[in-house]
């Protein structure tokens, strides 16, 4: 049986990191439409009978009823598909929600937090859905398969080998525990970075949502047959965020270095992160330097350069420079300052000095 894998498209999410650069938010919203409408068109020219979406399909914050319209008529172009939706942390199956109120397809069917399964001719499909915004559960791991000849395939939204406070509010699952299962394969959503773990699957968010997702983004397509499991994935996001360092030591002034960006050869569909590394020789402000750069797709600069001194050498001189250096490292050691911290009021101070 053949199917395709996609989780975490976020539809209506704010984009709050590219809202700071003009319209760069919308446009990315239309880019989710782009790149569903590229999903919706393979399964439709592959024939693909299956459509799993592993939850955080929208926001139920944000989402308009404008955009599940959309989506609701880009699924009735593929009626032949059987769409499968296991809602998660972000999109839960609540009162009010889209998934409740909304009059969906014939072709869609949405899981609850009551564990179903759906026979089908190739297979027996459970699924599992979030009923609230955290779920600490663990029923997935009570599951029974019945016919362990036919495929069994399962969709859920969950936190593989979760640990911490936080992590465990979703639907926290160890990878041992679902291989006990013997499950043909498991369709995961909530990771946004793809994983691929023999029959345990996280395709990674449909297109990259920051700084924290670089790399391609896409959707899987699986052929599976008992026994046999063969899965390819397919980018589909033209856009990717990408971080470059650039080396400030031998930069002089603010100046220099905001030419220096700006001359930077970048990509059109990439968004950047710059990250100021090295040893830096004036005071960098990030948020004026922000304002000189000239090419938009430069989202953030991050500056984790170190101050061009060499402390322990300087407060060892028999000078005001040294006294300085030596009196306040003495004061903060004594009242825990952090290094950042440290390394700021100095930098401050001998600036002052320098003058």
């Not at 040893?279 to 938009?296: A, G, W």
Request: net charge negative; with cysteine.
């Amino acid at each position: 049986m053949k199917f395709v894998h996609i989780a975490d498209m976020h539809f209506d999410t704010p984009f709050t990191t590219l809202n700071t650069k003009g319209d760069f938010g919308k446009i990315r919203r239309l880019d989710q439409r782009k790149v569903f409408e590229k999903i919706i068109k393979h399964v439709k020219e592959n024939k693909i009978p299956y459509l799993f979406i592993a939850g955080d399909f929208y926001e139920h914050n944000t989402i308009r009823k404008s955009t599940i319209e959309y989506i609701n008529e880009q699924f009735k172009t593929i009626p032949e598909t059987n769409i499968y939706i296991s809602p998660g942390n972000h999109d839960p199956y609540v009162k009010g929600s889209m998934y409740y109120d909304f009059s969906w397809n014939e072709n869609v069917k949405i899981f609850t937090s009551k564990i179903e399964k759906v026979e089908t001719k190739e297979a027996t499909i459970y699924g599992y859905g979030f009923s609230d915004f955290y779920c600490s559960t663990l029923e997935i791991e009570n599951i029974k398969i019945e016919n362990k000849d036919k495929i069994n395939i399962l969709i859920t939204h969950a936190d593989l080998n979760a640990s911490g406070k936080t992590n465990i509010s979703y639907n926290p699952i160890s990878k041992s525990k679902l291989k006990e299962l013997e499950f043909d394969y498991i369709a995961l959503g909530h990771i946004h970075k793809q994983e691929i773990q023999e029959e345990i699957v996280y395709p990674g968010s449909t297109i990259a949502m920051g700084f924290d997702e670089l790399g391609k983004h896409g959707f899987i397509e699986g052929n599976l047959e008992k026994g046999n499991l063969k899965l390819n994935f397919i980018p589909v996001d033209n856009k990717e965020f990408k971080e470059l360092e650039l080396d400030v030591t031998n930069i002089n002034d603010n100046e220099q270095l905001i030419q220096i960006i700006n001359n930077i050869s970048l990509k059109e569909n990439c968004f950047y992160k710059i990250i100021l590394i090295g040893k830096r020789n004036f005071e960098i402000d990030i948020l004026n330097l922000s304002k000189l750069i000239e090419n938009p797709n430069i989202l953030k600069i991050k500056n984790k350069t170190k101050i061009n001194y060499s402390l322990e050498e300087m407060q060892n001189e028999y000078t005001l420079k040294g006294i300085f250096v030596k009196q306040i490292i003495e004061q903060m050691q004594n009242e825990n300052y952090t290094e950042e911290q440290l390394e700021k009021i100095l930098e401050i101070g001998l600036s002052v000095l320098d003058k």
